[in-house]
Each structure stands twice: as structure tokens, then as C-alpha cells.
């Protein structure tokens, strides 16, 4: 079975991600409520053709990130369960660059926790994307990333509507 | 005392390294660590307001004091997902 | 390709569905968000253990409720696409009762559709779900079904925070 | 005139059937078809109040005409997903 957090240079199986939490914990009662995102690299940003993605991060410290927003799931809905899988390195158009499952037995908490967690990844996972374009490139800037900043951890609630 | 600095993005592209052995005097925070490094590479002083540091990969406040043998990491603004 | 709207007694395929939707129509423009949702049967509702469920429904009416839900996504959420997949007959605990995936170029729509969606099939999706349990069975009676009820409409676009 | 009654899940099985072919009065309403199937089924008026009707695999209101050939269905309430 595939880890539940993991950062990957090689296509992503949203499948994979999701079977890593299909069963709770220490149980084979499988959980009611199953969600998958894939964010997936569109070719068009704005007025850019995008031509790729350069995906660059800091593996170690995406894991422990990681774990931490799933301990956050975990206080906030407990018994619903996240995994999360990053792509790095150069993603082409139509590739998935993360998937996020999360699981509960409730479909309210497997939607506010994923949609949670894709918020959390924004603001503090170190990751960096580098978009190649037609005629030039650009880092995307995003978030300014705190581990603790409890105003960041509100707005993805907000985001989540819990 | 010596850290090993890790640079990631932009702040790799201007330091032209991923991963720099740097010497700075004991008690030095993450800050004086930053600012050290913002001597060699000027061009680095345009995050001083975003940059956010990690000790041994995990987010530390830039007041953080760093010990010998820190690995010490400087993230411009982040954009996964 | 899998249509994006069906009904099977066989199992699901949430990839399937997903890829039904993947590329925006008339383009091979990706999609930049893509959800899955999947409704998982459980051991456990309430104080039962639960053995089987059988899912009746009303077929050529479940694929014209499903389209009309697919057109009440387009319209509060223009560009994001919905496909449904519902399993009728004899469910397993563990197996997938119904699919919904949505695409959207933005992930606040899709999580928003994909919620919605679940939302207004268990108000007026023509199914009926029979649990079967040790001692006992029982017919599960939810939502006064209603195509037109304004009032449910807004209740599940609340629910899908939107 | 003659409509086709579908009946599902409960409705079905107090009937006994899932299909009936059902004479009505010309210039009944769906409400009509549902009141003469419960004088033949008095069980089913337990869903006087929660049952919703269909002509054609399309929802309609009880107080709707039905016509000669028509598809009726009866449907308790729902519990898909």
C-alpha cells in the first residue's frame, strides 16, 4: 500500500492515494465518505500559454508538513483521515501535480478536511512552482508560510466551512 | 560555529547554490544567519520581509537561535498545491 | 470513454467517472481541479451491523435528475462539470454506492458543485436504499423527493458553502 | 383510459407489483390515480403526505392531468447516494 504522505517525482495515482486511508484505522470498517482532489497543470494561467511546470521542494520538511495537517484534520474532525501525495520536478499540461483523499464517516467532515487541506498545502507546504511560458518564465510567489500563524489556520477553515 | 543553509527558488538561483556551509558567530539567530547571507548576495535583502526559516526542516521563528551543525533552511513564499 | 451520467450494477469506477469530465468541452483543455466524491457502504448505521443493502431506482428518471442537477451546476457555477455514476442492486460493505466527480478550473467551484451534487441526489435522485441487517431489514426513507422545491435547492447550496 | 402505475420500494411492496395498468377516469390527476390505488392497497395511504409523483420519468405535481398511456409513477421518499 502507498504511504499516505509522500512527495514523488513520477505521475501520480489518485487511487493509490486514496486506497492508503480506505479502511479506518486498526479496522477493516471502511470509512462512508471518500474525496479525492488532483490539482491538475492547466495550460493557460492567465494570458500565458504554459508550456510546463517546474516543481521544487524540500522533501523532508513537505513530509513532517504533511503529518502536520493531518493532525490538524485529525483534532478538527476526528476519525477522518488525509493523505496527501506532491509531484516534483517537471510537470507537462493535464498532469496532476498533488492529489489530497481524505475519509470519514461522515460526508460533511471528508469535504471541509480535504478542502482544509489543500488550503494548508498552499500556505505552508515548501513547495515552489516554476511556470515556463512562451516567451519567458516565472517563480510563482504564493503564500509567505508560518507553521503556527493560527490567522492562516482560520482563513482554511473559513475556506472549508467548518 | 558552521550550518549548512539550504536555499530553495529564487533565494537558490541568487546565492547560485542549493546547500552553502556558512560560519557565524555562536548565538547567532536565524535572523543574523539571513542577514549574514544577505552581505554575499545583496539581491536576497528583496525577501527580508517574506522569507520564512526552518531548523533541522522544521518552520522556526526567525528569532530562533541556531546551534553548530543546524540545518538551517530559507523558504521564499511558497506555492504547492 | 464512460458517460458521464449512468447507472450500473456493477461496480464503480471512480476513475472512470472522473475521466468522463476531464477535459473542458470541445477542448483539450484540462480541468485545473478535479474531485471525486464516493459513497461507501458501512458496516455500522447506528446500533446495526449491517449485512447488505439493496439500492432500487427508477432508472431513465435517475439519468434525467442527474442531468438536471449537472445543468443546475453549470448554471451557478459556469465552466464546472459534473458526472454521476449510481450502483442499483445488491451492495457489499466497502463497496462504492455512487460516484460524483466535478472539474472546474478553480477548486472552490468544484468542491462547491461536487457537495452540491450529493446534496440534491439524496433530495431527488428516484432511488431507494433497502439495508439488510442481523435481525432485520429496513426500507431507508430520507428526503420527500420534489424537482422544483426551491427551498431545497437553497438547502443544498448552503451545505455546499456556496 | 388506461395509465401505467409504477410503484417503488415500499409502495411496491405493499402492491405487490412494480408495473400496473391502472383505469382512470378521463380528467384525472395524478392525485386521482394515487387515491384509487389506495382504495384497492389501504397501506399506501400511509404515504398520503410523503409521496411524490412522476409522469413520464419526470417530476410533476399531484394536481397534474394524466392522459391516456401515460407512465405514473409513485415514489416514496428517497434514499440514494
Given at each position: 500500500m502507498a504511504p499516505r504522505f509522500a512527495v514523488s517525482q513520477e505521475a501520480l495515482d489518485p487511487h493509490q492515494v486514496s486506497a492508503s486511508i480506505a479502511d479506518a484505522e486498526g479496522s477493516r470498517q471502511p470509512r462512508g465518505a471518500m474525496m479525492t482532489f488532483s490539482g491538475v497543470v492547466r495550460g493557460t494561467n492567465q494570458r500565458h500559454q504554459v508550456l510546463r511546470l517546474e516543481y521544487e521542494g524540500y522533501e523532508p520538511m513537505i513530509l513532517k508538513v504533511f503529518e502536520q495537517i493531518g493532525a490538524e484534520i485529525e483534532q478538527a474532525w476526528p476519525g477522518t483521515a488525509c493523505a496527501m501525495h506532491h509531484r516534483l520536478g517537471t510537470l507537462r499540461i493535464g498532469e496532476i501535480s498533488i492529489v489530497i483523499a481524505t475519509g470519514s464517516a461522515h460526508r460533511a467532515a471528508a469535504y471541509a478536511a480535504s478542502r482544509y487541506a489543500i488550503e494548508r498545502v498552499k500556505q505552508i507546504a515548501p513547495i515552489w512552482k516554476h511556470e515556463y511560458f512562451e516567451g519567458g518564465d516565472v517563480w510563482i510567489e504564493g503564500a509567505v508560510a508560518a507553521a503556527d500563524d493560527e490567522a492562516a489556520k482560520k482563513r482554511a477553515m473559513e475556506a472549508a466551512c467548518a | 560555529m558552521r550550518v549548512t543553509v539550504r536555499l530553495f527558488a529564487r533565494l537558490r538561483e541568487i546565492a547560485g547554490a542549493e546547500t552553502i556551509a556558512h560560519d557565524v558567530p555562536d548565538g547567532s539567530s536565524l535572523a543574523d544567519v539571513w542577514t549574514s547571507l544577505s552581505s554575499t548576495w545583496?539581491?536576497?535583502?528583496?525577501f527580508d520581509r517574506t522569507v520564512s526559516g526552518a531548523i533541522n526542516a522544521e518552520y522556526a521563528r526567525m528569532s530562533r537561535e541556531v546551534r553548530e551543525g543546524d540545518d538551517v533552511a530559507f523558504l521564499p513564499p511558497v506555492s504547492g498545491g
Open positions: - | 545583496p539581491a536576497l535583502a528583496a
